[in-house]
């Protein structure tokens, strides 16, 4: 990791969502290293605790708390108990999501699974992040990552709920960006492509192979990959960057 990009981020107070596993414990983790003190959310207890125990041992200040997105009022809780245990709030990651429509077809999804999708990825995304801004307001210095994907630039089949949502979670990034810049809340997205975590395990090889043969770069994907974007966009070389996407796919999808 760059010194100055770490040291940019010595003590400040981050939010993670759906930090316990994959992506979000691969954030959770660059942020401690790079000296901030965070707060992270999940519905994996058991996961979540043991990465918080394991981190503390090493001497960084994280901690877990239970969250879970599809609640509003656990939503609220998680934001403000976060925010007495740090203090204030700085940055927050938006990074839970779930996946649920993979594999079927958009004539075979159920209302229950639409619904389900959104409720945690957009509704989710929203209210966490209008939960944490007058936290992000008061810092002087806040900023907002919302964790999207590459499959809503390019419409990834058989994944419609998903692709949907995180083609709202892109399009909600342009919002709040707008909304939220007049308190100098800095809100911007990733768009990860298809990456080597527990997550995507169910994923055929050929899939894998598809995406690895279609990039610039044809090596697989790890989560190393997207934490220095994202705390890039916490920090502060970042503070005039605000309503951008950033795909980070080894040139998969190109702007």
Do not use: C
Not at 1 to 13: I, Y
Not at 120 to 146: K, M
């Amino acid at each position: 990791m760059h010194n100055a990009t770490a040291a940019a981020l010595t003590g400040r107070r981050v939010l993670v969502t759906g930090g316990a596993r994959g992506l979000g414990a691969a954030f959770v983790g660059a942020l401690a290293q790079a000296g901030a003190s965070v707060v992270f959310g999940d519905l994996l207890h058991d996961e979540g605790l043991a990465l918080a125990a394991s981190l503390g041992k090493a001497g960084h200040a994280v901690s877990y708390l239970p969250l879970d997105l599809a609640q509003p009022d656990s939503i609220a809780r998680f934001v403000d108990d976060a925010a007495k245990r740090l203090g204030g709030i700085d940055g927050l990651i938006n990074n839970a999501a779930i996946t649920n429509s993979g594999g079927k077809l958009a004539t075979e999804l159920t209302k229950e699974t639409w619904d389900a999708v959104m409720n945690v990825n957009v509704r989710g995304t929203w209210l966490a992040s209008t939960a944490a801004l007058p936290h992000l307001r008061d810092s002087g210095r806040g900023a907002i990552v919302n964790i999207a994907s590459d499959t809503a630039l390019w419409g990834a089949p058989k994944l419609l709920a998903y692709v949907a949502s995180k083609g709202a979670v892109i399009s909600m990034t342009h919002s709040l960006a707008r909304e939220f810049g007049v308190d100098g809340v800095t809100v911007n997205a990733i768009a990860p492509g298809l990456t080597e975590v527990e997550a995507t395990a169910y994923v055929p090889a050929a899939r894998h192979a598809y995406y690895r043969e279609g990039r610039a770069l044809t090596r697989p994907q790890v989560p190393e990959d997207v934490t220095g974007p994202v705390l890039f966009l916490l920090s502060d070389a970042a503070r005039f960057v605000t309503g951008q996407l950033l795909p980070v796919n080894g040139g998969f999808v190109m702007n």
